[in-house]
């Protein structure tokens, strides 16, 4: 989605860049860009609406996250993330937060193609920035048993994780194959779509300091 509300070019310090955004995959990932940023949590709340896609959703919830931090800081650009999955395309699977729903989601999983959206927002009111996109990610599971189910849960913690398997880290075993155009996406934050997005708002992170 294009740039919406374009304005004056944005200078941006290290410090002038805030991530709305607690999860420390996200930050390790932002770390990747920029050596120096904020991080503020949004207290946005995370539900989905009656009859709204999983895709609407996290648009929704992005924007919302970073237009909430950005009422507080104005002068800064801030990004904001949402990211949920969906087996059938309606209803979307979000953290399990429980190792009971954590199996539950991954029975659920087992042989099947589970579709993530990751949303991103990029908000700056005083210099008029406010760019959307959405970035989907196709993640065919293996078929799973109750004995691999319960061997990875014990090995690692996806509690935190939509669909209950990190794909940076061990659950990629549970994982027969992957499809995105970004593939951070499906770590929670799309770096090359905020790459995009920080050009346009005349960030170059090439160019910050390190």
């Not at 002038?16 to 904020?38: K, M, N, P």
């Not at 237009?67 to 969906?86: C, H, K, M, N, Y």
């Not at 999983?109 to 959405?134: H, I, N, P, W, Y």
Request: glycine share 6%; net charge negative.
């Amino acid at each position: 989605m294009p740039a919406l509300l374009p304005s004056r070019p944005f200078t941006a310090s290290a410090a002038s860049i805030v991530l709305a955004s607690t999860s420390v995959y996200r930050r390790s990932l932002l770390q990747r860009l920029l050596h120096r940023f904020e991080v503020v949590a949004p207290g946005v709340e995370e539900v989905q609406e009656r009859g709204e896609s999983v895709e609407a959703m996290t648009l929704r919830l992005a924007l919302a996250k970073a237009r909430a931090v950005a009422e507080r800081f104005p002068e800064a650009l801030v990004i904001g993330s949402d990211q949920a999955a969906t087996l059938d395309g309606c209803h979307a699977i979000g953290k399990p937060g429980t190792l009971l729903r954590a199996r539950e989601q991954l029975r659920a999983a087992s042989g099947k193609t589970m579709r993530f959206f990751t949303a991103l927002a990029l908000v700056g009111l005083s210099c008029g920035v406010q760019d959307l996109e959405v970035v989907d990610t196709v993640v065919r599971f293996r078929a799973l048993d109750e004995a691999s189910i319960d061997r990875y849960l014990s090995r690692e913690s996806a509690l935190d994780c939509a669909g209950a398997a990190r794909c940076e880290a061990l659950g990629i075993a549970l994982m027969e194959s992957i499809e995105s155009r970004d593939p951070t996406a499906l770590v929670g934050l799309p770096l090359i779509a905020l790459t995009r997005m920080l050009h346009d708002a005349g960030v170059d992170v090439l160019a910050m300091d390190s």
